[in-house]
């Protein structure tokens, strides 16, 4: 574990329930009834700890853990691409390192984002970068971040594109990410 303070809060499963291994990204299924520690509930997901491995659990299946599953995105009928894209940016937000508390977003991991009209609603295209290249958390990052914009009303595909260039460095986080990491 990297420096940060963990909270670790108990839990025993109320129900069977999928989880992703962390940094594998191999989905399991944990049984009823298992015990372990939320690490962090950040941005609509758990990141818990049993047994001595970690695991991501998605906001939907937060009732397993008796927790609240976040609520629904809404957006305005009338919802204009600046709408949508505040939202992807708000979404974005909630997408982090099960090990960091600092979402993509303030760490400076997103590069660009962008929107394109398809049939029955919008394809969104997203680049963001990982901390090190050799980060074995870029397939969950960019799992987590494909889903959560998927959940917003009118878009129909997230294409999230995992690019090197620029590299990463420090420079990049937000002022938020610096003192949040101890790096200010």
């Not at 670790?8 to 129900?15: A, C, I, M, Q, V």
């Not at 049993?50 to 939907?60: D, H, P, Q, S, T």
């Amino acid at each position: 574990m990297s420096g940060f303070s963990l909270s670790s809060e108990p839990f025993t499963l109320e129900r069977d329930c999928d989880a992703v291994m962390v940094p594998q990204g191999e989905t399991v299924t944990l049984p009823a009834g298992q015990i372990g520690y939320i690490t962090q509930a950040l941005g609509g997901s758990f990141t818990v700890y049993v047994e001595g491995n970690l695991f991501r659990i998605a906001g939907k299946d937060a009732d397993a853990l008796g927790k609240e599953p976040p609520p629904p995105i809404e957006l305005p009928d009338d919802a204009t691409d600046a709408d949508v894209e505040k939202l992807v940016w708000q979404q974005l937000r909630t997408v982090f390192d099960p090990e960091i508390p600092v979402n993509v977003v303030e760490l400076g991991l997103v590069y660009d984002v962008s929107l394109d009209a398809v049939e029955g609603g919008r394809k969104v295209y997203v680049k963001m970068t990982l901390t090190a290249p050799g980060c074995g958390m870029g397939d969950i990052l960019i799992d987590d971040a494909r889903t959560k914009l998927e959940l917003i009303p009118t878009v129909k595909e997230a294409d999230v594109d995992l690019v090197f260039d620029p590299p990463w460095n420090h420079s990049m986080m937000s002022e938020i990410a610096k003192l949040e990491t101890g790096m200010l």
